[in-house]
């Protein structure tokens, strides 16, 4: 990412806050405050390698606003992590907390790093570092990380035993996405998927399509994609293509999903396979590009990767009519109004990836209680608040007459806005009749 595309993504993420307040009924000064971070940390990470020799790595954590709870959000390990893109990270996490209900704020924190190039070791002392010069900034009552693009369970796992370390108390609650055997929520792992694939069945009731007539493709074929494209399939949609960092594959029919999830996993590639028992053979399917894959004639496009996939370049190109992103941010403004205008449904990410974040939510709630639910009450609940808050962003959507997206904005903002007022605005100061 070059650093205009970089100043544009944050820039962009706030444009999007002035379409949403002419329906949203808030003060003005609400918008003003939710304009920047409310803390911004910048640090320099340390790493002793394995060959003994000493590299510095640039590191970042953001807390966007924090006026509905403790501020939450992941860590990212990319080597185009910046600034920018970390502060839009955390803008987003505001308004996914608050589209979803639950009592956050937003953040997002990242390392400039290629994690692939580290061995285990480097992995697990540049994690501990980060959390060692961050400890002061994060808390289970402050702001509360997570993982997120390259950074999974085991990380989360050392970054809470280091906080634990450093506080000399168990404090499971620092961090959510842990090892089950750390504090972990049972259901946190396909929590993402799982929250855009219940916004998928309540389109399917709303809009009466079958399954099996369904096709669906996957953009970034990691935890999330491979999670909704599961359930997907379990229900007999047509997943027809999968793509990862170095392409995709096509095939009409489908694919079984469960046997390139076990191939991906195993040999880290995307192929064309089927597998049965510890035997996996491969099976005719055309390689596409990440572009061709975005540019399908298929019913629902579900961008799973990166931000900036869909660009005024390719949205004319878009055939899908459904797309629900998984990805934060996978839809520039630009393309968002062409898509607009070609009549596409956009689940936008604020909604359709929030099931993550409600099951970090859960497993919070667990580690401050001691107390741990099963899988079917984590699924269940997750079910109901995203079926729930789906139907109030489709409502308004239908009510006003606007693009899902500006919905779900308005929803949050909605929230966001009556917590700022609660605290007192301008107009509460100036009107001396109020108590
Ligand atoms: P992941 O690291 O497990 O998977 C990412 C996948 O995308 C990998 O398969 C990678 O090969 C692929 N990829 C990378 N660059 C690509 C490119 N240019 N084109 C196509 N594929 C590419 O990450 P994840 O946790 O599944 O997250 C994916 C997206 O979902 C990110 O945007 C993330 O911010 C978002 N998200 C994830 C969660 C979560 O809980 N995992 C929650 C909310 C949002």
Redesign the pocket.
């Known amino acids: 990412m070059t650093m205009i595309e970089d100043n544009r993504l944050f820039h962009d993420a706030v444009g999007r806050l002035e379409k949403a307040f002419q329906y949203a009924d808030i003060d003005r000064e609400v918008i003003e405050r939710l304009k920047q971070p409310k803390a911004v940390l910048h640090v320099s990470v340390p790493l002793r390698m394995d060959d003994g020799s000493l590299k510095l790595f640039n590191g970042y954590r953001v807390r966007h606003d924090d006026t509905r709870g403790p501020t939450k959000g992941g860590i990212r390990y990319h080597p185009d992590v910046t600034i920018e893109q970390i502060k839009t990270l955390a803008f987003w996490m505001t308004f996914k907390c608050a589209v979803v209900g639950i009592p956050f704020g937003g953040a997002k924190g990242g390392i400039t790093v290629n994690p692939k190039e580290l061995s285990r070791l480097e992995l697990e002392r540049l994690s501990r570092g980060f959390i060692r010069t961050i400890a002061d900034f994060i808390g289970p009552e402050t702001d509360i990380p997570a ?4 950074t999974n369970a085991r990380i989360m796992g050392w970054m809470m035993d280091e906080y634990s370390k450093i506080k000399r108390q168990h404090t499971s609650s620092v961090i959510t996405g842990k090892p089950i055997e750390l504090g972990g929520s049972l259901g946190r792992y396909d ?2 998927g799982r929250g855009a694939y219940y916004c998928i069945k309540e389109l399917e009731r709303i809009l009466k399509f079958e399954p099996s007539n369904t096709t669906v493709a996957v ?7 491979q999670s909704v494209a599961r359930l997907l399939h379990q229900d007999s949609y047509r997943v027809v293509a999968v ?3 170095h392409g995709g594959i096509y095939k009409a029919e489908g694919f079984d999903v469960p046997s390139l999830i076990r191939f991906k996993n195993e040999i880290r590639q995307v192929k064309a396979v089927y597998c049965k028992e510890t035997l996996c053979e491969m099976v005719e399917a055309d390689r596409i590009t ?1 572009q061709q894959l975005l540019e399908l004639d298929v019913d629902i496009l579900i961008p ?3 931000e900036n996939q869909i660009t005024d370049v390719n949205a004319e190109r878009i055939k899908a009519p459904i797309i629900v992103e ?3 941010g996978p839809t520039t403004p630009a393309a968002d109004l062409i898509l607009n205008e070609n009549g596409k449904l956009i689940i936008p990410d604020i909604l359709a ?1 929030a099931g ?1 974040v409600t099951v970090s939510y859960f497993e919070w709630v667990q580690n401050k209680a001691g107390y741990y639910w099963s899988l079917e009450k984590v699924i269940n609940r997750l079910h109901e608040i995203m079926a729930r808050q789906f139907n109030t962003v489709y409502k308004l959507r239908e009510e006003k007459g606007i693009p899902m997206r500006t919905a779900a904005y308005v929803t949050a903002l909605r929230r966001i806005g009556k917590a700022i007022e609660a605290k007192g605005t301008q107009s509460y100061f100036h009107n001396s009749s109020h108590p």
Request: proline content about 4%; charged content about 10%.
């Open positions: 993982p997120d693009v390259y929590a993402t953009q970034g074929f990691g935890n999330a994609g793509s990862d960092s990440n799973a990767a990166l998984i990805a934060n990836n993550g």
